[in-house]
């Protein structure tokens, strides 16, 4: 604390990311994709290094919100880009949710809303997950303040079916029902075909996962034109330029390289349905996996013990150390070859 810090400066509590470590580690626990970015978004980007960066990138985006709503047959004005989705998810909160009334999320999930909400001073109700870790579909009904949830939800990797999705958002009429879909490409079905027929859901998704450009920062929002000009309005009085010239070249890029996207998505996906059954077969028990990564816990051996072992041995992979999910680990999907290496050290950490 300091004392000319402001008092909504000294409330924070920010959000701790997974750590970025320098050394020639296997990196399993951001969720970033394992392969490069398509090589048509290096030349995109190599296009746009040119006299031009003197100048403003556009404010409105029109060329890259057309091609996004060309993908999921909406048009431009139902696209809202900013940079990264976590800043959408906070013009997000700031546009939609208000001080006052209560919004309710998972218990556990993306624990990047508890910070928001204590940012824009937006009360919660922290829904319990089944056993199973399945959502509880009807304690979202009916919410005060709105509700947000990641489909597939994270750290859990689990799905919720495009059907119970919708009954959340048919219940909701009177306020705003965000899916947070980051990883809904390694997954059945997008919210995104709702959008014509519900004027209260918002969907938003991420280039840094399915797209392989985390380290470019861009993602979006799909929705009503009412909700993406409300979503306007905040990033208007924030930043006018979030998304820089770079940016949006390497983003449009990626989009158009569907080839490329579907390979390597489908790499992932196949990727991880051996993991998921040899750690089956090391003991684990993984829950069913939507996303590019996996979520365990091991029947003898505790999740601490295994995650300090393998950082020991320069593999990383994330734990949370949070009641019920503090025997669990969380795994990004990696190339064969670095799942290859996570297995031959987790083999001596198993049994010893
Ligand atoms: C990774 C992730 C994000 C953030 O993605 P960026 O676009 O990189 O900011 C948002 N929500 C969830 C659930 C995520 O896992």
Redesign the pocket.
Known sequence: MNKYWSTIAKRAEPYVPGEQLNKNIVKLNT?ENPYPPSPAVLNAIKNEINQDLRLYPTPTMDDLRQTIADEHRLQKQNVFIGN????V?AFSFMAFFEPGKAIRFPAIT?S?YPVYAQLFNISTEQIPLNEDFTLKTEAFFNSEGGVIF?NPN?PTSMYLPLDQVERIVQKNPNTVVIV?E??VDFADQSAASLIQTYDNLLV?Q????SRSL?GL???FALGNEQLIQGLTRMKDSFNSYPVDRLALAGAQAAMKDTAYFQETTRKIITTRSWVSKKMGQYGFDVLPSQTNFIFASHSNVAAETIYNQLKENDVLIRYFNKKPIDNYLRITIGTDEEMNMFFEKLYPILYP
Request: proline letters at 5%; aromatic letters at 14%.
């Open positions: 969720n990264g989705s976590d800043e998810l993306y990047f990641p994270a947070d980051a990883y938003i991420t280039m840094s996962k985390a920062r861009v993602g």
